[in-house]
């Protein structure tokens, strides 16, 4: 079977009959495997072998765009005659185009994110059933909705006119399990995981099962509260979404679109002065690290907020031709950005801070308006009177303004979720309007 490099060297020397002036190759391939319990029964067991082509073709301002999951030669060629056709009615684009050849990734860093995991179907198995085994026999934990292993590896590979051709390999370990706790009439569930590059780095499936286990406990006898305003912590595992809203309303296509509730932000304070987002992406062997984006574009260190103060927007190629400024090499997301911590202390230290008010650890809906920032979703957690939780609450819904929520944290812990692309602790916003009883 050719090799990625083989499969682009393919598709470039097929290029050559067709008159463009530049193009963009994206291939990748992947496999891996995924097993589910339940009960102690297998439910599935699935073996994952994915590939696939994209091909970007420009004729002059002209873009063309086509896929496809077939690397075959004869499939390649068609895929690339029909996005030269495409490019041929589509209107001219004065903003399309490739960045810059002095920003490509031609010496991309090695960031030591392939660790594949000899990983067989028995062990898969093994490993899921230990999860769920500890977990229902935990006291109230009344059935199970599965505990799920799954092991992935894949190489991304990107080449352009401007001679690059980059590649980047990496694995994704994990284990999952859902679980039902009862007490009366009352019933629960909770859910528990553990993501590692390498699977060394996993918990292991009793930490996972009993995690989950006490987190369906906790749950169950939950009452609702009475409409309020209080001040609101989100944990470390809900508070990235916080500061992705922040990062996506600088999203440089939602500033050019003038689609956001940080328009012409830069240089304004949108977070406490106390506070950055820092974006290492060269961090290696971490979940979210890349040495390049979709454009071609070497990754670098960057502060997109620094004390508080908006020091860039988040911009690939085409956004940054849009508003006439350098791409921050952003196609795609950013990469691993940490929120640095304003409090000594984590979750427990900051609910004894907070005195009285809402811990909120699931949220549910998506009722976030990017352009206005208007924010209103539902709730589970715990109400905290005199720095102690006193009982699990739900049926809430929150709701403020994401200006005003950002603005208003008085405090992100060092508890940091090591799971996620956005390393922050849990966060403290000084007041929310709670939704509850009427």
């Known amino acids: 079977m050719p090799s990625l490099e083989q499969t682009a060297q393919l598709t470039i020397d097929l290029l050559k009959k067709y008159k463009v002036s530049d193009y963009e190759i994206s291939l990748g391939s992947s496999s891996g495997v995924s097993t589910a319990v339940r009960l102690g029964e297998v439910e599935t067991l699935q073996y994952h072998l994915d590939k696939s082509f994209e091909i970007n073709v420009y004729m002059g301002q002209k873009k063309g765009h086509a896929s496809s999951v077939d690397l075959s030669k004869d499939s390649l060629n068609k ?7 495409i490019a041929k009615y589509t209107q001219e684009d004065p903003f399309s185009g490739l960045a810059p050849k002095d920003l490509m990734a031609f010496d991309a860093p090695d960031l030591d994110l392939y660790h594949p995991w000899d990983l067989d179907a028995q062990h898969s198995i093994d490993l899921a059933k230990a999860c769920e085994e500890i977990a229902l026999e935990q006291n109230e934990i009344d059935n199970s909705e599965g505990a799920e292993v799954s092991s992935f590896q ?23 399990c859902s679980l039902i706790a009862k007490r009366d009439d009352d019933m629960q569930t909770a859910y528990e995981y553990t993501t590692a590059l390498d699977a060394n780095d996993m918990e ?23 409409s309020q305003k209080c001040p609101v912590i989100f944990t470390s595992r809900l508070s990235g979404g ?12 939602r500033q050019y679109k003038k689609s956001t509730f940080l328009l012409n932000s830069i240089d304004q304070i949108v977070i406490p002065e106390s506070l950055s987002l820092f974006e290492q992406p060269f961090a290696k062997k971490t979940l ?6 979709r454009d071609g574009v070497l990754k670098r260190e960057q502060y997109f907020v620094k004390d508080g103060r908006v020091k860039s927007y988040v911009m690939g190629q085409y956004s ?17 950005v940490s929120v640095t911590a304003n409090f000594d202390g984590g979750l427990e230290a900051m609910i004894k801070a907070m005195g009285k008010g809402l811990v909120v650890t ?6 976030v308006n990017a352009t206005t920032g208007d924010y209103s979703r539902g709730a589970l957690g715990f109400w905290v009177e005199n720095g102690e939780i006193q009982y699990p609450v739900s049926g809430l819904t929150i709701a403020g303004n994401l200006k005003d929520m950002l603005l208003g944290i008085e405090h992100v812990g060092t508890d940091i979720d090591q799971r996620s692309n956005l390393k922050v602790g849990s966060v403290l916003v000084n007041q929310m309007t709670i939704a509850g009883e009427s």
């Not at 895929?79 to 056709?85: M, N």
């Not at 894949?154 to 080449?159: Q, V």
């Not at 995690?211 to 749950?219: E, G, N």
């Open 154 to 176: 894949g190489e991304g590979l990107y080449a352009n006119s401007n001679g690059l051709i980059a590649t980047q390999s990496s694995t994704r370990h994990s284990l999952n």
């Open 288 to 293: 979210g690290a890349k040495a390049f984006d």
């Open 242 to 253: 916080l500061f992705a809203q922040l990062l996506g309303a600088l999203g440089g296509s």
């Open 320 to 336: 940054a031709n849009q508003l006439g400024l350098k791409t921050t090499a952003n196609a795609g997301g950013t990469n691993n």
């Open 362 to 367: 699931e949220l549910m809906g998506q009722g």
């Open 204 to 226: 292991s499936p009793q930490q996972v099962g009993m995690k989950a286990a006490l987190l369906a406990q906790q749950k169950l006898g939950a009452r609702s509260l009475p």
């Open 79 to 85: 895929t690339i005659e029909s996005a030269c056709l």
